[in-house]
């Protein structure tokens, strides 16, 4: 069974929605880059073909955004990407041979190369006080509403990342930092790790970076009105978990599994 990626990043779905398996690829079609991401089941990029025309009756196409939370999706779009980004040893620069499962590389050292996953901390700060939520538009991605959002640095834990991507963004302090859960984000190789956290501070206390275009408070009914990251995304979950906490309970009971606390002065 194959499940299929065009050129385009586009992979076909069933009329259930769902990624759709094909026992062979059409005799027109170029595959490159397998990779066997369950047992009898291969992922690989296809050229001469579009996702479009491999969908059953009634099936549509999806990607690796539309299908961010499906693990089978996930899956095949971050390894087929893995096979074409990497193709040196960064150590010694000789070109690298993938194993027949197409997920583990090797130079010319024998040492295991792993496809590269880079965890980024997004997440939810409450201003519990007034029962509003900071929202930010990217200038990278205009025209709607997520999260705050960034990279693990090296050295960091994932509360002292969120911490300084909040500083550093918005110039708010954050305190009463926890993890609500993650999502894999294949077209980029990241692994989004879902946080919240609470901040006094109304308005920036310190220069941002640049990075946003758009900051604002929104409270639960304000958000009805709003553009948001699309359904799907972690950004989206976490917004409705907000969303949808009783009042009270998000004042009283922040919704965090662990104790430890944190706040960024911009060092």
């Known amino acids: 069974m194959f499940l299929l990626i065009d050129a385009a990043g586009r992979f076909p779905l069933g009329d259930d929605g769902e990624p759709l398996l094909i026992d062979a690829p059409p005799a027109t079609a170029d595959l490159s880059s397998p990779v066997r991401i369950k047992p009898g089941v291969t992922a690989a990029r296809v050229r001469g073909v579009d996702a479009a025309d491999l969908a059953g009756p009634g099936g549509g196409t999806g990607d690796a955004r539309t299908h961010a939370g499906h693990p089978l999706a996930a899956r095949a779009v971050g390894l087929v990407n893995a096979r074409e980004r990497y193709r040196y040893d960064p150590a010694d620069g000789s070109e690298l041979t993938w194993g027949d499962g197409g997920i583990v590389a090797r130079g010319a050292s024998g040492a295991a ?38 990279y693990v640095d090296v050295g960091e834990t994932l509360e002292a990342a969120f911490a300084r991507e909040v500083w550093e963004e918005t110039g708010r302090r954050v305190t009463d930092i926890g993890y609500l859960g993650s999502q894999p984000w294949p077209a980029s190789g990241a692994l989004m790790v879902g946080m919240t956290g609470r901040t006094a501070d109304i308005d920036a206390l310190g220069p941002t970076d640049g990075e946003l275009t758009r900051t604002r408070w929104a409270t639960r009914a304000e958000l009805e009105t709003l553009t948001l990251a699309a359904e799907g995304t972690i950004a989206r979950a976490l917004i409705e978990h907000w969303a949808h906490q009783p009042a009270a309970r998000s004042q009283q009971n922040h919704p965090t599994r662990t104790t430890r606390k944190e706040h960024s002065n911009g060092d």
Not at 117 to 145: A, K, M, T, W
Request: aromatic share 8%; glycine share 10%; hydrophobic share 40%.
């Open 113 to 150: 190369i792993f496809p590269r996953l880079d965890p980024c901390v997004i997440g939810v700060v409450e201003d519990p006080g007034r029962q509003r939520i900071l929202l930010v538009e990217n200038s990278r991605r205009p025209g709607y509403f997520t999260l705050v959002a960034g």
